[in-house]
């Protein structure tokens, strides 16, 4: 879950495949700014390719490779490098995060 991600964006993550769903709050170029319940979360589309058709969707599922942003703030956390994106506006949100919280229980024991 986003939130998950950018809480906990300390670096052990770096190179861990996820998927990552939020409403797409600003497209710029090869970026992607993802936002869900206040959280955001930078995502690199090169790898992707054209993304005109996601311009008008409220909601992306994004799959791809964790990486540390190199800012020179700190605090920066996490940017995806994005391989895989869908359009997923038509998805039950809460439905899907009560699932991925089960999953995630169950795989942390």
Partial sequence: LLHELVKG???SLVGTS?????R???LIQNEVILE?????????IRQVGNLSIAKDCLLLLFIGELALRIS???????????????????LDVHLYEKYAMQALRFSNP
């Avoid at 996820?18 to 939020?22: E, K, P, S």
């Avoid at 869900?36 to 690199?44: A, F, P």
């Fill in 36 to 44: 869900m319940h206040g959280m955001e979360l930078l995502v690199d």
């Fill in 9 to 11: 964006s300390d670096g």
């Fill in 18 to 22: 996820v998927r990552v769903v939020g």
């Fill in 24 to 26: 797409l709050k600003k």
């Fill in 72 to 90: 020179d703030n700190p605090s920066s956390g996490y940017v995806l490098i994005a391989r895989v994106c869908a359009d997923v506006s038509t």
